[in-house]
């Protein structure tokens, strides 16, 4: 019987090409960003608000609105309930959101007057850096980041709920308390806008792009449970969500480049916003992990248990996604509605920091995507090993005892 004769090899250019297809499916999401950025660096009038496509309605409210229908129809209502009743994890995030991050930020911003006394950082940067810090956790990219990672997406859901519930009223009042108190800050301290017409916009838009989506979306879900789980497997709906995260990214930067302000500031401002948000939100994400599993020792005692009880690995993706974010689409309308009387040109220049921020923080998550997802499949099979173990311990101690017992019968009847 002839042996098969092996395959002929590829060509190496076959191989380049296979390797190519691979890294771009891989990454397709980072070459999307990429692709994104440039088209509104040259086309920027398309995408930005009031532009071509009024993407403060069809993106803002239409692509929004996608991204909560496919969660109401993917989670299970038994699950977005408990999660509501999670108190630790309001706790931690929403503390982390209002409260450090604001202390850290303007620390920061005091170190920096105090080293930059010829001001080659811009003071309108420094001031959306402090306005930055007090608005709250970002609509959409949280939940596609946690559900990508294998988190759990109920979670993250309810935070970006009760974070931009909040938020409109907790970021006015706390930013302008926190901007320091010298002449050069004098028109962020004093801005004298008007925010009511901005509770109307940033409650509708939350009304009709979140709950609304989200409410539809867990009534069919109710109704035909087993079809819709189906229709999802089927259709793969849910990578949706991830496309729709370049449309947001899309309008984000075309309305940072239409404005001008960040091809005007000087360079010594770009590089340090650029750095500093990476850093940031890095340094942040490891805040939340240490906050939702802290090391064994801090609940050794019987008081602190329930304090510094350690999360599941899925609550703790969502925690890391959801404590660094900042969301733009309150932050810009609320930016401009608080400094109303402010000229145009400052305030766009204040706005920088939470264009560029809320877009790296979705370029540095892609990457966290990856290495959440590989530490939530090491912790699962560590889990089920020491189950295993567990399990043939007990096995052992139950029959050790009876193979010794049926042993001395057999010698004592022998």
Known sequence: MNAAAPEPAQPRWQ????????????????????IVCVLAYFFPNVAKHGGTIRSEYSILYGVIAIIFLISGLSIPRQ?????????????????ISFLFIPALVLAVVHIILAADAGG???????????????????????????????????????????????????????TVSLIPRT???????????????????????????????????????WTWPDRTARVLEKTKLPKLASVCM??????TFSSCFATGALQTLSTQSVVFVVLFNILLYITLTAVCFFCARPPWIFSSRGWSKPIFRRMSPEETIAVCFCGPAKSTALGIPLLY??????????????????????????????????????????????ENSDSGTHDDVEVGMVEGPRGDHAGRHEVTAA
């Open 246 to 251: 370049l449309l947001l990214i899309w309008t």
């Open 79 to 95: 699950k977005l309930l408990s999660q509501f009743l999670n108190w630790r994890l309001h706790l931690i995030v929403q503390t």
């Open 120 to 174: 080659k950082i811009d003071r309108a940067v420094l001031a959306g850096y402090i306005f930055t810090a007090c608005i709250p956790t970002t609509i959409a990219s949280n939940v596609v980041m946690t559900r990508a990672a294998g988190g759990d997406d109920a979670a993250a859901l309810v935070e970006v709920l009760l974070a931009n519930i909040l938020g409109p009223f907790v970021t006015a009042a706390w």
């Open 15 to 34: 191989q380049v090409l296979q390797r190519a297809a691979t890294l771009i499916l891989h990454q397709w999401l980072l070459i999307g960003i990429g």
């Open 183 to 221: 002449g050069e800050f004098e028109p962020w301290r004093y801005g004298g806008g008007s925010l009511g017409s901005m509770y109307k916009e940033v409650f509708q838009q939350l009304g009709l792009s979140v709950l609304l989506p989200l409410f539809v979306g867990q009534l069919v879900r």
């Open 337 to 382: 509605a608080m400094w109303q009387p402010v000229d145009l040109f400052t305030k766009a220049k204040t706005s920088v920091p939470v264009l560029l921020y809320t877009t790296e923080q979705i370029c540095v998550a892609h990457f966290f995507v990856q290495l959440f997802r590989r530490w939530h499949a090491r912790v699962n099979e560590k």
